[in-house]
Protein backbone atom coordinates (compact mmCIF):
# COMPACT_ATOMS: atom_id res chain seq x y z
CA UNK A 1 0.00 0.00 0.00
CA UNK A 2 1.50 3.46 -0.72
CA UNK A 3 1.11 4.29 2.94
CA UNK A 4 3.29 2.32 4.98
CA UNK A 5 2.52 2.83 8.84
CA UNK A 6 5.43 1.29 10.65
CA UNK A 7 7.61 3.16 8.15
CA UNK A 8 5.98 6.56 8.61
CA UNK A 9 5.33 6.67 12.00
CA UNK A 10 8.53 5.40 13.37
CA UNK A 11 10.56 7.79 10.94
CA UNK A 12 12.69 10.51 12.63
CA UNK A 13 11.16 14.00 12.85
CA UNK A 14 11.86 16.50 9.90
CA UNK A 15 13.15 19.88 10.99
CA UNK A 16 12.79 22.85 9.01
CA UNK A 17 13.29 26.73 8.59
CA UNK A 18 10.12 28.57 9.69
CA UNK A 19 11.33 32.34 9.12
CA UNK A 20 8.74 34.98 9.06
CA UNK A 21 8.48 39.00 9.77
CA UNK A 22 6.09 41.51 10.03
CA UNK A 23 5.03 41.51 6.74
CA UNK A 24 3.98 38.25 6.27
CA UNK A 25 1.73 38.44 9.09
CA UNK A 26 0.22 41.72 7.94
CA UNK A 27 -0.65 40.01 4.75
CA UNK A 28 -2.00 36.96 6.87
CA UNK A 29 -4.18 38.94 8.66
CA UNK A 30 -5.33 41.19 5.09
CA UNK A 31 -5.91 37.45 3.93
CA UNK A 32 -8.24 37.25 6.54
CA UNK A 33 -10.12 40.10 6.24
CA UNK A 34 -8.95 42.44 8.71
CA UNK A 35 -8.27 46.34 8.24
CA UNK A 36 -12.26 46.79 7.56
CA UNK A 37 -12.72 49.80 9.01
CA UNK A 38 -9.73 51.03 7.75
CA UNK A 39 -9.53 53.52 10.30
CA UNK A 40 -10.36 51.28 13.57
CA UNK A 41 -7.47 51.13 15.81
CA UNK A 42 -8.69 47.21 16.58
CA UNK A 43 -8.33 46.75 12.97
CA UNK A 44 -4.75 48.58 12.35
CA UNK A 45 -3.62 46.09 15.34
CA UNK A 46 -3.51 43.17 12.80
CA UNK A 47 -2.13 45.17 9.41
CA UNK A 48 -0.21 48.24 10.91
CA UNK A 49 3.07 47.80 11.92
CA UNK A 50 3.42 51.24 14.18
CA UNK A 51 0.10 50.92 15.83
CA UNK A 52 1.01 51.94 19.69
CA UNK A 53 0.18 48.18 20.98
CA UNK A 54 2.54 46.46 18.56
CA UNK A 55 1.73 44.16 15.42
CA UNK A 56 -1.00 41.15 16.85
CA UNK A 57 -0.33 38.36 15.48
CA UNK A 58 -3.46 35.67 16.03
CA UNK A 59 -1.93 32.10 16.68
CA UNK A 60 -3.69 30.64 13.63
CA UNK A 61 -0.33 32.70 11.78
CA UNK A 62 1.40 29.86 13.17
CA UNK A 63 0.41 27.16 11.11
CA UNK A 64 1.32 29.05 7.99
CA UNK A 65 4.35 30.69 9.21
CA UNK A 66 7.29 30.55 6.86
CA UNK A 67 4.76 30.79 3.85
CA UNK A 68 5.27 27.18 3.69
CA UNK A 69 1.25 27.29 3.44
CA UNK A 70 1.04 25.00 6.11
CA UNK A 71 3.68 24.11 8.88
CA UNK A 72 3.68 20.64 9.53
CA UNK A 73 3.01 19.61 5.88
CA UNK A 74 5.67 18.01 5.49
CA UNK A 75 4.70 14.35 5.27
CA UNK A 76 4.27 14.02 1.95
CA UNK A 77 8.59 14.08 2.17
CA UNK A 78 8.37 11.50 4.91
CA UNK A 79 9.46 7.78 3.96
CA UNK A 80 6.41 5.48 4.03
CA UNK A 81 4.07 7.82 1.86
CA UNK A 82 3.34 7.56 -1.42
CA UNK A 83 0.09 8.57 -2.49
CA UNK A 84 -1.59 10.50 -5.32
CA UNK A 85 -2.52 14.28 -3.43
CA UNK A 86 -5.33 14.38 -5.24
CA UNK A 87 -6.33 11.79 -2.73
CA UNK A 88 -5.76 13.67 0.23
CA UNK A 89 -7.89 16.25 1.88
CA UNK A 90 -7.29 18.36 4.87
CA UNK A 91 -9.88 16.77 7.61
CA UNK A 92 -9.05 18.76 10.74
CA UNK A 93 -6.69 20.96 12.44
CA UNK A 94 -5.29 21.67 16.45
CA UNK A 95 -3.96 23.98 17.78
CA UNK A 96 -2.14 24.57 20.98
CA UNK A 97 -0.74 27.80 21.87
CA UNK A 98 2.29 27.55 24.28
CA UNK A 99 3.50 31.80 24.36
CA UNK A 100 2.22 34.24 21.74
CA UNK A 101 3.76 34.28 18.36
CA UNK A 102 5.90 37.57 17.40
CA UNK A 103 5.69 39.20 14.39
CA UNK A 104 8.81 38.23 13.09
CA UNK A 105 11.57 35.36 13.82
CA UNK A 106 13.96 32.64 12.42
CA UNK A 107 12.10 29.64 13.89
CA UNK A 108 12.37 25.79 13.26
CA UNK A 109 9.37 23.77 13.04
CA UNK A 110 9.81 19.52 14.38
CA UNK A 111 6.74 17.44 12.25
CA UNK A 112 6.20 13.76 13.18
CA UNK A 113 3.76 11.70 12.29
CA UNK A 114 2.45 9.80 15.72
CA UNK A 115 -0.46 7.52 14.12
CA UNK A 116 -2.42 6.42 11.16
CA UNK A 117 -5.67 5.44 11.31
CA UNK A 118 -8.17 3.18 9.48
CA UNK A 119 -11.30 4.57 8.57
CA UNK A 120 -12.45 1.55 6.49
CA UNK A 121 -12.77 3.41 3.07
CA UNK A 122 -9.52 5.93 3.87
CA UNK A 123 -6.65 6.24 6.03
CA UNK A 124 -6.45 9.20 8.51
CA UNK A 125 -2.60 10.37 8.83
CA UNK A 126 -2.23 12.26 12.09
CA UNK A 127 0.62 14.93 11.70
CA UNK A 128 2.34 16.90 14.28
CA UNK A 129 4.19 19.74 14.13
CA UNK A 130 5.83 22.09 16.71
CA UNK A 131 7.03 24.86 15.74
CA UNK A 132 10.26 26.23 18.01
CA UNK A 133 11.18 30.03 18.92
CA UNK A 134 14.34 31.42 18.10
CA UNK A 135 15.59 30.25 21.45
CA UNK A 136 14.35 27.00 21.24
CA UNK A 137 11.56 26.76 23.46
CA UNK A 138 7.90 26.12 22.03
CA UNK A 139 5.45 28.46 20.13
CA UNK A 140 2.80 26.37 19.45
CA UNK A 141 2.05 22.78 18.36
CA UNK A 142 -0.46 21.95 15.54
CA UNK A 143 -2.03 18.88 14.77
CA UNK A 144 -4.01 18.01 11.74
CA UNK A 145 -5.76 15.05 10.34
CA UNK A 146 -5.39 14.05 6.11
CA UNK A 147 -8.07 12.03 4.97
CA UNK A 148 -6.65 10.09 2.23
CA UNK A 149 -9.58 8.46 0.25
CA UNK A 150 -9.14 4.65 -0.57
CA UNK A 151 -6.13 3.77 0.94
CA UNK A 152 -8.02 2.55 4.26
CA UNK A 153 -8.67 -1.35 5.15
CA UNK A 154 -5.57 -2.52 6.38
CA UNK A 155 -6.95 -3.74 9.60
CA UNK A 156 -5.25 -0.72 11.61
CA UNK A 157 -6.53 1.11 14.49
CA UNK A 158 -9.69 3.64 13.94
CA UNK A 159 -8.81 5.84 16.31
CA UNK A 160 -10.36 7.75 18.89
CA UNK A 161 -13.83 9.81 18.20
CA UNK A 162 -12.84 13.50 17.68
CA UNK A 163 -16.53 14.40 17.59
CA UNK A 164 -17.37 17.42 19.62
CA UNK A 165 -21.05 18.32 18.78
CA UNK A 166 -22.42 21.92 18.86
CA UNK A 167 -24.78 22.65 22.26
CA UNK A 168 -28.70 21.93 21.91
CA UNK A 169 -29.47 25.17 22.85
CA UNK A 170 -29.65 28.44 20.77
CA UNK A 171 -26.37 30.40 19.68
CA UNK A 172 -25.20 32.75 22.08
CA UNK A 173 -24.07 34.98 19.48
CA UNK A 174 -24.34 34.94 15.55
CA UNK A 175 -21.74 36.64 13.29
CA UNK A 176 -22.28 37.03 9.82
CA UNK A 177 -18.53 37.51 7.83
CA UNK A 178 -19.05 38.85 4.55
CA UNK A 179 -15.89 37.68 2.01
CA UNK A 180 -14.07 38.86 -0.82
CA UNK A 181 -14.19 37.21 -4.24
CA UNK A 182 -10.46 37.24 -4.83
CA UNK A 183 -10.30 36.44 -1.01
CA UNK A 184 -8.69 33.07 -2.06
CA UNK A 185 -6.09 34.75 -4.23
CA UNK A 186 -4.92 36.78 -1.41
CA UNK A 187 -4.71 33.70 1.05
CA UNK A 188 -2.44 32.00 -1.59
CA UNK A 189 0.01 34.38 -0.56
CA UNK A 190 0.52 32.54 2.70
CA UNK A 191 2.18 29.91 0.77
CA UNK A 192 -0.60 27.58 0.24
CA UNK A 193 -0.39 27.58 -4.17
CA UNK A 194 -3.26 25.23 -4.80
CA UNK A 195 -4.53 25.76 -8.21
CA UNK A 196 -8.13 24.67 -6.48
CA UNK A 197 -7.92 28.03 -4.77
CA UNK A 198 -7.20 29.74 -8.07
CA UNK A 199 -8.10 27.88 -11.51
CA UNK A 200 -11.16 27.20 -12.54
CA UNK A 201 -10.33 24.01 -14.66
CA UNK A 202 -8.84 22.74 -11.65
CA UNK A 203 -12.03 23.45 -9.92
CA UNK A 204 -13.77 22.06 -12.16
CA UNK A 205 -12.08 18.58 -12.63
CA UNK A 206 -12.46 18.63 -8.82
CA UNK A 207 -15.95 18.75 -8.91
CA UNK A 208 -16.83 22.07 -8.14
CA UNK A 209 -17.85 24.92 -10.45
CA UNK A 210 -15.57 27.52 -9.25
CA UNK A 211 -12.00 27.65 -6.94
CA UNK A 212 -12.71 27.17 -3.33
CA UNK A 213 -11.16 29.24 -0.02
CA UNK A 214 -8.57 27.78 1.77
CA UNK A 215 -10.27 25.75 4.83
CA UNK A 216 -7.31 27.05 6.97
CA UNK A 217 -8.50 30.59 5.50
CA UNK A 218 -11.78 30.09 7.13
CA UNK A 219 -10.63 28.67 9.98
CA UNK A 220 -8.79 31.95 10.41
CA UNK A 221 -11.64 34.07 10.09
CA UNK A 222 -13.61 32.22 12.89
CA UNK A 223 -11.05 32.58 15.09
CA UNK A 224 -9.93 36.63 14.10
CA UNK A 225 -14.53 37.10 15.06
CA UNK A 226 -14.58 35.48 18.29
CA UNK A 227 -10.75 37.04 19.24
CA UNK A 228 -12.63 40.51 17.48
CA UNK A 229 -16.35 40.28 19.30
CA UNK A 230 -16.26 37.90 22.76
CA UNK A 231 -11.85 38.28 23.66
CA UNK A 232 -11.77 42.26 23.80
CA UNK A 233 -9.09 41.80 20.78
CA UNK A 234 -6.65 40.26 22.85
CA UNK A 235 -5.44 37.30 20.90
CA UNK A 236 -2.71 36.15 23.81
CA UNK A 237 -6.10 34.91 25.85
CA UNK A 238 -5.98 32.00 23.28
CA UNK A 239 -5.21 28.60 24.58
CA UNK A 240 -6.08 26.36 22.47
CA UNK A 241 -8.35 26.12 18.63
CA UNK A 242 -9.39 23.66 16.77
CA UNK A 243 -12.13 22.37 13.86
CA UNK A 244 -13.08 19.88 11.67
CA UNK A 245 -13.45 20.59 8.12
CA UNK A 246 -16.99 19.87 7.14
CA UNK A 247 -17.50 21.30 3.29
CA UNK A 248 -16.49 23.70 0.68
CA UNK A 249 -16.83 27.27 0.92
CA UNK A 250 -16.73 29.74 -2.00
CA UNK A 251 -15.04 33.10 -2.50
CA UNK A 252 -17.51 35.88 -2.19
CA UNK A 253 -20.23 33.70 0.30
CA UNK A 254 -21.05 34.92 3.57
CA UNK A 255 -19.81 32.56 6.25
CA UNK A 256 -22.17 32.40 8.82
CA UNK A 257 -20.85 31.72 12.84
CA UNK A 258 -22.85 30.26 15.45
CA UNK A 259 -20.54 30.39 18.78
CA UNK A 260 -21.87 28.76 22.21
CA UNK A 261 -19.86 30.01 25.44
CA UNK A 262 -18.34 26.75 27.03
CA UNK A 263 -20.75 25.49 29.72
CA UNK A 264 -19.60 25.47 33.77
CA UNK A 265 -17.63 22.39 33.88
CA UNK A 266 -17.64 22.11 29.94
CA UNK A 267 -14.40 19.46 28.71
CA UNK A 268 -12.05 21.40 27.57
CA UNK A 269 -12.27 24.41 29.79
CA UNK A 270 -13.28 28.25 29.14
CA UNK A 271 -14.01 29.51 25.90
CA UNK A 272 -16.30 29.04 23.15
CA UNK A 273 -18.02 26.12 20.71
CA UNK A 274 -18.42 27.05 17.28
CA UNK A 275 -19.95 26.19 14.16
CA UNK A 276 -19.59 27.77 10.56
CA UNK A 277 -21.92 27.84 7.54
CA UNK A 278 -22.55 29.21 4.28
CA UNK A 279 -25.19 31.74 4.84
CA UNK A 280 -25.42 31.67 0.65
CA UNK A 281 -26.24 28.10 0.24
CA UNK A 282 -28.99 27.14 2.90
CA UNK A 283 -26.11 26.92 5.80
CA UNK A 284 -24.60 23.57 4.29
CA UNK A 285 -21.83 23.00 6.98
CA UNK A 286 -18.03 24.17 6.52
CA UNK A 287 -16.58 23.93 9.81
CA UNK A 288 -17.89 21.54 12.38
CA UNK A 289 -16.64 20.38 15.95
CA UNK A 290 -14.61 23.83 16.39
CA UNK A 291 -13.02 24.44 19.82
CA UNK A 292 -11.99 27.61 21.07
CA UNK A 293 -10.27 27.63 24.43
CA UNK A 294 -9.11 30.89 26.50
CA UNK A 295 -7.18 31.44 28.95
Known amino acids: MPIDVEKVTSAPPVRAAAVWDEREVRLYHLALGAGVPETSSDELRYVFEGHEQGLQVLPTFGVVAGGTGGVGFQLFDLPGVDI ?6 HGGQEITVHRPLPAAARATTIT ?3 AVYDKGTAAVIVQESTLLGEDGRPLITQRNQI ?3 GEGGFGGDRGPSERLPAPDREPDRLLD ?3 LRQQALLYRLAGDGNPLHADPATARRAGYDRPVLHGLC ?3 MAVKAVTDRLL ?3 ATRIAACRTRFAGVFFP ?3 LRLRIWAASEGDEGGAGYRLTATAADRDDAPVLTDARLTTR
Open 218 to 220: TFG
Open 112 to 114: RVP
Open 232 to 234: GGD
Open 147 to 149: FVR
Open 252 to 254: GET
Open 84 to 89: DLAAAL
Open 177 to 179: LPT
